[in-house]
């Protein structure tokens, strides 16, 4: 058994699981109240990432992730840009503490091998025609759609 694992960060990201190419799991990320009196008030929580993951594979297959590179675009405030950048380390950290292999990969890159441009219906349409047990009804659903496609990138790219 393999297991390819996508994790879009932010606040709103997900984590998505692939066991041998197909949907096995997903999560929208989880975060918990930060408490205190800046703007950023929720922060990603590594231990639900890792409780995730460690549920959902087995700790005898193998498992290799991505993690969707962010940067900071024109207007973000520097609040967002830390905290997306806080996500983005959150992730990494948990894969390597878990001894799983990741790489990192920006938008364009898996986006072009699919096709896709910065339209989130786009990803979500093409995410619910290849992994249909997946739920991904909700407009809202954009980024548990971006953390299957780049899981099944990996897989295609790496695995397949």
Same mark, same amino acid.
């Given at each position: 058994?393999?297991?390819? $694992?996508? $994790?879009?960060?932010?606040i709103t990201g997900a984590v998505a699981i692939l066991k041998d190419g197909k949907y096995h799991a997903l999560l929208d990320m989880p975060t918990f109240a930060?408490g205190g009196s800046g703007k950023v008030k929720t922060e990603v929580s590594p231990t639900a990432i890792k409780h995730f993951i460690r549920e959902e594979t087995?700790? #005898?297959? *193998? ?6 590179? /962010? =940067?900071?675009?024109?207007? &973000?405030? #520097?609040?967002? /840009?830390? #905290? ?15 001894? $799983?292999? *990741?790489?990192? /990969?920006?938008? &364009?890159?898996?986006?072009? *091998?699919?096709? !896709?441009? #910065? ?6 349409? !093409? ?8 739920? !991904? @009804?909700?407009?809202? @659903? @954009? ?8 899981? =099944? *990138? !990996? ?6």
């Amino acid at each position: 058994m393999m297991y390819t $694992i996508g $994790i879009d960060p932010g606040i709103t990201g997900a984590v998505a699981i692939l066991k041998d190419g197909k949907y096995h799991a997903l999560l929208d990320m989880p975060t918990f109240a930060k408490g205190g009196s800046g703007k950023v008030k929720t922060e990603v929580s590594p231990t639900a990432i890792k409780h995730f993951i460690r549920e959902e594979t087995d700790s #005898s297959s *193998y498992c290799k992730a991505i993690i969707e590179r /962010v =940067n900071s675009m024109p207007g &973000q405030g #520097s609040a967002t /840009v830390f #905290s997306l950048g806080d996500s983005f380390g959150a992730a990494r950290a948990v894969l390597a503490c878990m001894d $799983i292999p *990741y790489m990192d /990969v920006t938008p &364009q890159v898996w986006k072009k *091998y699919y096709g !896709l441009t #910065s339209d989130k219906e786009l990803s979500r349409a !093409l995410a619910s025609k290849l992994f249909p047990e997946a739920e !991904l @009804h909700l407009k809202k @659903h @954009h980024d548990r759609s971006e953390a299957l496609l780049m899981a =099944n *990138y !990996l897989y295609e790219k790496e695995f397949k």
